[in-house]
Antibody, heavy 123, light 107 residues
Framework: QVQLQESGPGLVKPSQTLSLTCTVS??????????WSWIRQPAGKGLEWIGR???????NYNPSLKSRVTISVDTSRNQFSLKLSSVTATDTAFYYC???????????????WGQGTLVTVSS | DIQMTQSPSSLSASVGDRLTITCRAS??????LNWYQQKPGQAPKLLIY???SLQSGVPSRFSGSGSGTDFTLTISSLHPEDFATYHC?????????FGQGTKLEIK
């Protein structure tokens, strides 16, 4: 059973870079028809897709964040990572990593999700 | 971006009630629609994928329907553990987008 776990600093100063890592256990990040995604949720608000990476390294980003986001993968460590630069208070949120599964006819869904980690942007 | 709009944003119901939540897409997304349940302090959990396919392990009282722009999530008989927030999400194109969530509370 695949499990995902986020890790990284819980507090980041404004204008600095937020860095998080997601460690995948119970399966290889390189196997199957999966994308590896980052999603965030400000407290009490809705979910926002940040972007995703395939094990080959190809990426897709949300245009609203694209200029500040980098997602990378380390297949040797079975991890993928998020960097979000020039953060402000509006980037304060719970950050989740998730596996995007691809089924028939290119239907996809997010399962499983990591437990999430709160990142606060504050000086 | 495809906008996803859920209704209602919140509602109160009782154990045993039948409940329907609606999700509308700003353009046709065929059946590229998923539903998630999120409890306080937890990550979302997949309930329904491809509009109507029940995820393994999810109780059969949950069902989904719809295609094009209009979708519904139905809970046939509410259990105490079903009180949570429900999110729809489109996988028709990127960026993936979610509805604003429907918070289900106990009456």
């Amino acid at each position: 059973q695949v499990q995902l776990q986020e890790s990284g600093p819980g507090l980041v100063k404004p204008s600095q870079t937020l860095s998080l890592t997601c460690t995948v256990s119970g399966g290889s990040i390189s196997s199957g028809s999966y994308y590896w995604s980052w999603i965030r949720q400000p407290a009490g608000k809705g979910l926002e897709w940040i972007g995703r990476i395939y094990s080959s390294g190809s990426t897709n980003y949300n245009p609203s964040l694209k200029s500040r986001v980098t997602i990378s993968v380390d297949t040797s460590r079975n991890q993928f990572s998020l960097k979000l630069s020039s953060v402000t208070a509006t980037d304060t949120a719970f950050y989740y990593c998730a596996r995007e599964v691809r089924g028939r006819d290119w239907v996809t869904w997010f399962d499983p999700w990591g437990q999430g980690t709160l990142v606060t942007v504050s000086s | 971006d495809i906008q996803m709009t859920q209704s209602p944003s919140s509602l109160s119901a009782s154990v045993g009630d039948r409940l329907t939540i609606t999700c509308r897409a700003s353009q046709s997304i065929s059946t590229y629609l998923n539903w998630y349940q999120q409890k306080p302090g937890q990550a979302p959990k997949l309930l329904i994928y491809a509009a109507s396919s029940l995820q393994s392990g999810v109780p059969s009282r949950f069902s989904g329907s719809g295609s094009g722009t209009d979708f519904t999530l139905t809970i046939s008989s509410l259990h105490p553990e079903d009180f949570a927030t429900y999110h729809c999400q489109q996988s028709y194109n990127t960026p993936r987008t979610f509805g604003q969530g429907t918070k289900l509370e106990i009456k």
